[in-house]
T-cell receptor
């Protein structure tokens, strides 16, 4: 059975801290790994990772994939209260169409 | 207004009633997906449409759940004889093409509460 495991499940930090969110996966027919940020209801897309060892960066957020270790990390530097959200790690399978397997998410709370 | 839209935003219903949830995908997106997010659970895949056909219905939890898509655009998820365990946020997503690594864009979801 395909599965995606995220850790920690929840995290509380102070503004300005740096956080690292972890994701590991066991799936058949891996195509890509995606990170989403979920505030309120709709997840919003952050990164798509397909190649191992290549960091993707967007402002204070960055992410990297390790296909050997079947894992990925999402880093957020200089956290702000607006970063408070659930961060979802999602693996896309090579199924002929875009089949997604979701982790349960890491709930991040950034306190002022 | 280019995003995925869903309606209603919130729905409260009584156990045993039928409900219909609507999704308007991004114009031109041929693939459409329905997911369910129950409290404390991850996102759960329900059904996928390519155009008007649904090649994968494997995630529908029971025969009380059905979905259709018409004109390659709007989709409706119907839950018959609702049960309390159906309470969840129902999310719809669309993407440009079914194959290849294509980003799915999510709608705001419908929060369903079955009393």
């Amino acid at each position: 059975e395909d599965k995606v495991v995220q850790s920690p499940l929840s995290l509380v930090v102070h503004e300005g801290d740096t956080v690292t969110l972890n994701c590991s996966y066991e799936v058949t027919n891996f195509r890509s790994l995606l990170w989403y940020k979920q505030e309120k209801k709709a997840p919003t897309f952050l990164f798509m990772l397909t190649s191992s060892g290549i960091e993707k960066k967007s402002g204070r957020l960055s992410s990297i994939l390790d296909k050997k270790e079947l894992s990925s990390i999402l880093n957020i530097t200089a956290t702000q209260t607006g970063d408070s959200a659930i961060y979802l790690c999602v693996v896309e399978l090579n199924s002929g169409y875009s089949t997604l397997t979701f982790g349960k998410g890491t709930m991040l709370l950034v306190s002022p | 207004g280019a995003g995925v839209s869903q309606s209603p935003s919130n729905k409260v219903t009584e156990k045993g009633k039928d409900v219909e949830l609507r999704c308007d995908p991004i114009s031109g997106h041929t693939a459409l997906y329905w997911y369910r997010q129950s409290l404390g659970q991850g996102l759960e895949f329900l059904i996928y449409f390519q155009g008007n056909s649904a090649p994968d219905k494997s995630g529908l939890p029971s025969d009380r759940f059905s979905a259709e898509r018409t004109g390659g655009s709007v989709s409706t998820l119907t839950i018959q004889r609702t049960q309390q365990e159906d309470s969840a946020v129902y999310l719809c997503a669309s993407s440009v093409l079914a194959g290849g690594a294509k980003t799915q864009y999510f709608g705001p979801g419908t929060r369903l509460l079955v009393l």
